[in-house]
């Protein structure tokens, strides 16, 4: 809580800054998110940040769903906590070593294997199956985008029904319509940085953080090295997380190397200490024991 500021601007919307105000006045998690206490709990916030607990699992997504289940919870239930849980599972299974060398091959393996849990009769897998269907069928990303916008917006299908509640820019904050453009931007990008982050960017609702989500995903596959060859161009290694936070040590600024030896290390204590594994130090590899060799059918 001391890292939020409690007066605008703080960098909080919708239902984080629902949970926030509720946590002030003494409600605590999962109730942050209850649909009678948080009535934006069907809003895009628990996408945000929650992926990187399937990289604290790698290959366990059953494991990475257990860690995530109360941050999700603090702002999301139903749909939009499923959709949540599809992209941590997505991020978890991105350490299984399948298609290595072939990124747009493993981000829709990815993807498949992930929809598998999601439930058939609810919007997030109908929302997926459409906009497969809809870059199997060769059509431009663009007429994709507005197909979405016209089935779950203008003719609110799929139980989707958003559009009657005329909440503000209709829903452009929502897990559902912004899910369903990620995966435009998923499917059309094929795996691609650069052109998946466009996609996701140009087709609107709330934009940067499906992009954030699939750069993060095709960053951590591809490395560091790898982005900066698809951009042509040096990153620098700091973030000033004081931007939009308080209260951090040296004055907010960190390296992303420093948080990827945080990362590391919170991954060795789950893979040792949850999933009964090993670190080979001379091949610098995790060894992780297989319990569903599911997973590694192409």
Known sequence: MKHI????????????QRAFDLMIEGIFPP????????????????????????????????????????PISTTARNEAKEIAEFYIRMHSLASIPIYENDTKEKIFWLAEKSRAALNDLQYPAKMYDYVKELYDSNIKWESARDSIYNRYQVEQQDGYNMTSRELYCNGCYAAGINFASSLISLF????????????????????????????????????????????DRDFSNKFNIHRTRQN???????????????????????????????????????????????????
């Open 5 to 16: 500021k409690k007066e605008e601007e703080n960098f909080l919307w919708v239902s984080n």
């Open 31 to 70: 109730e942050t998110s209850n649909p009678s206490l948080n009535e934006h709990f069907e809003m895009i916030d628990a996408q945000l940040t929650t992926e990187i607990f399937g990289l604290f699992s790698p290959t366990r997504p059953e494991l990475s769903m257990k860690m995530a289940e109360l």
């Open 188 to 231: 059309f990008g094929e795996g691609d940085i650069k052109e998946t982050i466009k996609i996701g960017t140009l087709s609107g609702w709330d934009s940067d953080n499906p992009t954030s989500t699939w750069g993060g995903l095709i960053g951590f596959m591809i490395g560091k090295s790898g982005v900066e060859e698809a951009f």
């Open 248 to 298: 951090f040590p040296n004055n907010g600024i960190d390296t992303f190397e420093n948080m990827a030896n945080e990362g590391i290390r919170i991954i060795d204590r789950v893979i040792k200490n949850e999933l009964n594994g090993t670190f080979d130090r001379e091949n610098n590899l995790w060894l992780v024991p297989v319990n569903n060799l599911t997973y590694y059918n192409k």
